[in-house]
């Protein structure tokens, strides 16, 4: 086997494995911003601060928006692999 056929099937495997990470990623997410737009109004909503153990209250609103544009995002991301 050549060499340029073994890179290629290296990056072959790399690429699936990172479709395969951003796939479930994607299922993550979608469970985050299902479980958000069917909580109830006086629910409160909290968000952790990046790199560390500390919750902050949130609006719900602002939250679920980000979610579906961290979602949104992710889904691009796939589509351009």
Do not use: C, H, P, T
């Not at 990056?11 to 958000?36: T, Y």
């Not at 990046?50 to 979602?71: P, V, Y």
Request: aromatic letters at 4%.
């Amino acid at each position: 086997m050549s060499s340029k056929s073994r890179d290629n099937e290296d990056n072959l495997e790399g690429q699936s494995a990172v479709k395969e990470e951003l796939n479930r990623k994607i299922k993550e997410q979608k469970v985050v911003v299902d479980e958000l737009s069917n909580l109830k109004k006086n629910r409160k909503v909290y968000i952790q601060q990046r790199n560390s153990n500390i919750f902050f209250l949130a609006d719900r609103g602002q939250a679920l928006g980000s979610s579906k544009k961290e979602l949104d995002n992710m889904k691009k991301e796939l589509q351009d692999i």
